[in-house]
């Protein structure tokens, strides 16, 4: 069977390397995946149907360890109401496609997981959010009187803002650290990072959550480079597809809502999901310097696709060098090899 190889361009043979897997997430899980090489470059190739494989097997692994919330458990809390998979997700205030992903086999965020079982577990906590999502025109009469049939309850209601505080204290716990060379010796500014966000969506057509990594990334190693500290003060992981935001920080960076939002789509490979700019992001903070290293890397990968970027990063030293899962050093900002193309 052949499959199409991004790097050759053109339809190829492939291969099945099994390599094992012993952590996830810095979790100590013990397993394998296969992985398909392509038989004439040797690049590894992404297979719908293998990875789903793989994070079958990784994801409930993981899932049994840290205690994430199962699908099952997703399907029967909505039938106890006889809700829809969007109904769920509009009172949740998701991106649209989340809850069919959760409930496909897609791992949930740990914050979101707890938060999803909070109202199981909690039914007051449940209708809290349900009269918010109602009093918001989030879900219909008919959607908010199946779950409670007598629309005179008054509860106080729980604010979008509630949500979102929860959002940036799982970052902030993740993320703040004390500066050192795996953040470019720079302390979490998330506020630098949503308006960073918002404006890169606002110039790029296709702003991806893959890609979306690999713009800040490349921002914050060419600032090192430049200016030896970086702008956003994130810390990123070498993983397949490129460096990323350590422990997937990016989803919870990319529900928080102020400056930008979520919209997911449907694509041959699965579901993507794009970043759109609320178009009020204020650069006022940033010195001159930043905006012209963000608006360097934006003219350099906007016009690119996403495995295009992918590749970009793949060729860097600082992918090269490290292993699966590893932090990535700020030390390979001074042998980028992106600056060729400035």
């Known amino acids: 069977m052949k499959v199409y190889c991004p790097y050759c361009r053109e339809d190829v043979d492939y291969k099945i390397e099994r390599r094992e897997v012993k952590e996830f997430k810095g979790i100590e899980i013990d397993t394998y995946e296969n992985v398909a090489i392509c038989s004439k470059c040797n690049n590894d190739l992404y297979i719908n149907d293998i990875e789903k494989e793989n994070n079958k097997r990784i994801h409930e692994l ?30 949740l205030g998701f991106g ?18 707890d938060y999803i079982r909070l109202l199981i577990e909690n039914e007051n906590e449940f209708i809290k959010k349900v009269n918010q999502a109602y009093e918001k025109n989030e879900i219909t009469k008919k959607t908010y009187e199946k779950i409670i049939p007598n629309s005179d309850i008054k509860i106080k209601k729980i604010e979008k803002e509630d949500i979102q505080n929860l ?3 799982q970052i902030e716990e993740v993320l703040n650290r004390k500066p050192d060379i795996y953040n470019g010796y720079k302390q979490l ?14 110039k790029v057509n296709n702003l991806t959550i893959t890609s ?36 997937q920080e990016y989803n919870e960076i990319s529900l928080l809502d102020d400056k930008y939002k979520r919209e997911d789509y449907e694509n041959e490979i699965g579901t993507m999901t794009k970043i759109v700019s609320n178009k009020n992001y204020d650069l006022s903070n940033f010195s001159k310097k930043e905006i012209e290293i963000i608006n360097t890397i934006i003219k350099l990968l906007k016009d690119k696709t996403v495995s295009e970027i992918s590749k970009m990063s793949h060729k860097e030293e600082a ?3 490290t292993k699966r899962y590893e932090n990535i050093s700020f030390e390979y900002a001074m042998n980028l090899k992106i600056l060729k193309n400035i």
């Open 62 to 91: 993981y899932r049994e360890k840290v205690d994430i919330i199962k699908p099952e458990d997703i399907v029967n809390f909505r039938k106890k109401y006889g809700i829809s998979q969007r109904e769920l997700t509009s009172i």
């Open 212 to 247: 979306l990594n690999k713009y800040l990334w490349y921002i914050d190693m060419l600032s090192f480079n430049q200016r030896s500290v970086a702008i956003t003060g994130l810390t990123y992981q070498h993983e397949k597809f490129g460096p990323t935001i350590i422990e």
């Open 319 to 321: 992918w090269k060098k």
């Open 189 to 202: 500014d998330l506020n630098k990072v949503e308006n960073i966000i918002s404006y890169m969506a606002k």
């Open 167 to 169: 959002f940036r204290q």
């Open 96 to 113: 649209k496609m989340t809850i069919n992903r959760y409930e496909q086999g897609k791992l949930p965020m740990k914050s979101q997981s």
